[in-house]
């Protein structure tokens, strides 16, 4: 049972209606910004009020719910956030990615593939992908709604002739359906092309800034670069020391003040289900197994 | 060359509150041509130069622009998505004020090549040959491509915005006091590299200075501004040598001859 | 020298008068009823005494001057166009292709040589650099210009210097009509020379050449004919 004095979802229902029909919009006009009446969430700015409000304004009683911090499910933000959710609605959670109808997720996508009927939620600090050139709100609307893109490609241009490559490493900025540029939030650039053609339904919330955008199944969403400079994703040369995965975004852990290090994989369900599989890593010392001794 | 306008103006107006700024300002521009508009501070010109760049919009009138299709567009009555790609890819606007012309944060080759990335441009190699010929053609060293503009002298940064400016091929370029602030020798080479490039490039240029000489220098016709009209327009030899209206003569007799 | 004269100039009844708004609008008459005409091949020398007008009518025919009463009339690809309802452009486009003024001083543009300030014109009618800047340099060693100077900007020049390259400016180009205010006032004897074989031979090519002249020698030099300027009396 949901907590008593509190309504499904904890938002009221007109709140929900707002949200949803930003949401529409959202959909409707994929990669815009759509403005909407952000609620004080019970938890501060910055710990993902806006995919809350996303989340809460689309979850029924039937959905099964997984929420994600950097690929965890077990960190502390997104046990938060998943037990905020059954003490509000009252529904089933699941740690695997393959279960849930709606995921939460900040700072990652899940390495499995997402199926139709699958809603991502985005967690978004920063909305406005013009921002740092331009910090006038009218005039980065007045900008997105002529399409004036050329100067995301200057700050392109300016990591290569400064650095020699593009730097940004992460929030990489993207074209969706060929018409907006969006930031995808502070997901590696990593997980950026998974996001093009995806199945599932992808809803970005942005809670301080007031914002929701969405990419609707299978839309195009093509990373800006250079002809001669192609969009690229980070590679290891470690595989999972738990998993033994060669494909997967990996975290590099510290396990001791003596240097010790081990790479494992950032989605703790990828991991964990092709351990189950009887897939094994070699790298590294594993303190999981040194605990178990 | 054909023997149409690359620019008319008609009956162009603009006030702020009740002090008009510009009243039924009219001429025509044609393709390689240079044409100066002088008079006093507040005397409009600036404000004539905005309405024309879109920084403004005019009250009244009509700003019929030729196209490189060749079709003729009303730049007043145009939507602003369309007045905005035009002059985004067919108009040039160097700035008095290198700051209000430049992008201070990142690099010369980036504010050279940046209009051609507006414009499409999406190949890095391509945009940077064409933004160290372009340092080139202004004398700026290309080995300084990737300084910030800060790095660079007042007149370098001039020059740096007639590099971003005629990047892409204008058809026309507007100029607002180019060489203000600037010492006389940096005057003197400015000048001398305007007037090769806008020849070179074929662009038809509307210099607005309060400087005689450098109307005379550069300007094939002159347009007079008094009080937000125009009060003498014709060939600038024949205005500052022989000048009709009161306020030209006024003007033509204050100027220091060295 | 083409054997059917065809008028080149023809001035009817030019009046001049100049307005000085800042000395209480007084008025300066310069010039009043002056009609000549000039045709191909014909070097015609204006004569009156000094500050009577005769750079007026110089001045008017190049367009420098507007035209204050009657008619300027110059011969423009074949056609004879009336200055005075002539478009500026229209008046560009004859200063580029079909008159060639000499002025008494040469305005220097600073930074660019020598052989670019003569090559200029050429280029404005179309030659090619190299064929302008050749066609240049030949022109500046006629005038005994050295070579070590051409790429100097004539503002360092002495007088009689930039006098031969304001000279070499327009006799680099085969205008039809010449104007020649003065052109060897402040030439030595030798540079005179040069100047008036210059001036002769492009005569005897067809132009058609109005000039004020200041000496005798000069002017019977070249001169076929001359005009009488009569001074008006000043005007209050």
């Not at chain 1, 995965?245 to 001791?256: H, P, Y």
């Not at chain 2, 603009?14 to 025509?28: H, I, L, T």
């Not at chain 2, 007037?195 to 007079?224: F, K, N, P, S, Y």
Request: with cysteine.
């Amino acid at each position: 049972m949901t907590a008593d004095g509190y309504n499904f979802g904890y938002l009221d229902e007109q709140t929900k209606r707002m949200i949803r029909r930003a949401i529409l919009k959202g959909v409707a006009i994929p990669g815009y910004q759509v403005p909407f009446g952000s609620r004080e969430m019970p938890l501060p700015y910055g710990w993902g009020t806006g995919g809350i409000q996303i989340t809460a304004a689309v979850i029924g009683p039937g959905d099964t719910l997984k929420v994600i911090d950097q690929g965890a499910d077990d960190t502390t933000n997104a046990v938060s956030i998943r037990n905020f959710f059954v003490r509000m609605c009252d529904v089933a959670t699941t740690e695997r990615t393959a279960e849930a109808s709606i995921i939460q997720t900040r700072h990652r996508i899940p390495e499995r593939k997402l199926a139709p009927g699958q809603i991502l939620v985005y967690q978004v600090p920063i909305p406005e992908p013009l921002r740092w050139l331009e910090p006038r709100e009218t005039e980065t609307r007045k900008m997105h709604a002529l399409r004036e893109y050329g100067v995301m490609h200057v700050k392109l241009y300016e990591d290569i002739s400064v650095k020699g490559r593009v730097s940004t490493a992460y929030d990489y900025p993207v074209l969706v359906n060929g018409r907006y540029i969006m930031r995808p939030s502070p997901i590696p650039k990593f997980d950026t092309p998974k996001m093009h053609r995806m199945a599932a339904l992808q809803l970005f919330g942005a809670g301080r800034e007031k914002r929701i955008y969405a990419v609707p199944p299978y839309t195009d969403v093509v990373p800006l670069d250079f002809e001669d400079h192609p969009f690229t994703i980070e590679t290891w040369d470690q595989a999972c020391a738990l998993c033994g995965a060669t494909t997967s975004f990996l975290d590099e852990v510290i396990l001791d003040d003596r240097g010790r290090r081990m790479f494992v994989c950032s989605d703790t369900d990828f991991c964990q289900e092709r351990r189950e599989a009887g897939h094994r890593g070699d790298g590294g010392p594993n303190p999981l197994e040194e605990a178990a001794e | 060359m054909t023997d149409d306008p690359v620019l008319t103006v008609t009956g162009l107006a603009k006030a702020y509150g009740r002090r008009v700024a510009c009243r039924d300002v009219s001429f025509e521009l044609w393709p390689g041509e240079v044409l100066a508009v002088v008079g006093e501070s507040g005397s409009g010109k600036t404000t004539l130069l905005n309405c024309l760049g879109g920084l403004v919009p005019p009250d009244a009138g009509r700003v019929r622009f030729r196209r490189r299709s060749g079709e003729v567009i009303d730049l007043v009555a145009a939507s602003e998505a369309l007045r905005r790609a035009i002059l985004r890819a067919e108009w040039g606007f160097v700035r008095q004020n290198p700051r209000d012309g430049l992008r201070f944060g990142v690099s010369a080759g980036a504010n050279v090549g940046e209009p051609l990335m507006a414009i499409g441009g999406r190949h890095y190699g391509h945009i940077r040959g064409s933004a160290s010929e372009w340092l080139d053609a202004v004398e700026i060293d290309p080995a300084r491509m990737d300084d910030l503009p800060s790095s660079f002298s007042g007149g370098m940064q001039q020059r740096l915005q007639i590099a971003r400016n005629l990047v892409t091929h204008p058809a026309i370029v507007l100029m607002d006091e180019p060489t203000g602030g600037l010492d006389v020798s940096v005057q003197a080479r400015l000048l001398d590299l305007i007037r090769r490039l806008v020849r070179e490039a074929g662009v038809a240029a509307i210099v607005v200075t309060h400087d005689l000489g450098v109307a005379r220098l550069l300007a094939d016709r002159m347009l007079v501004m008094r009080q937000g009209c125009v009060v003498e327009a014709g060939l600038t030899d024949q205005l500052l040598d022989d000048p009709q209206h009161a306020y030209t003569q006024l003007l033509v007799s204050s100027v220091l001859t060295v | 020298m083409p054997d059917d004269k065809t008028v080149m100039i023809a001035i009817e009844s030019l009046a001049k008068t100049f307005t000085l708004h800042l000395r209480g609008s007084v008025e300066l008459r310069v010039l009043q009823a002056f009609s000549m005409q000039v045709e191909t091949g014909e070097c015609v020398v204006l004569r009156a005494p000094s500050g009577t007008g005769k750079s007026t009518v110089l001045r008017s025919v190049s367009g420098n001057y507007r035209i204050g009463g009657g008619r300027v009339a110059v011969r423009h690809e074949g056609e004879m166009v009336d200055l005075s309802a002539a478009s500026p452009r229209t008046v560009m486009e004859i200063r580029r292709n079909t008159i060639g003024y000499v002025s008494q001083f040469l305005r220097v543009i600073p930074r660019v040589s020598a052989l670019d300030v003569v090559a200029e014109p050429l280029m404005a009618r179309g030659v090619p650099t190299d064929e302008a800047r050749e066609r240049a340099g030949t022109m500046l060693g006629r005038l005994h210009i050295p070579a070590k100077m051409w790429d100097l900007p004539p503002a360092t020049f002495s007088g009689g210097e930039q006098q031969r390259v304001n000279i070499a400016r327009v006799l680099a180009v085969d205008y039809p009509i010449l104007l020649l205010d003065e052109p060897t006032a402040s030439l030595d004897d030798a540079n005179r020379a040069l100047v008036l074989d210059l001036v002769r031979e492009a005569r005897e090519r067809g132009a058609a050449i109005l000039a004020i002249l200041h000496d005798e020698a000069s002017r019977a030099a070249v001169a076929t004919r001359y005009v009488d300027l009569a001074p008006l009396e000043a005007a209050a």
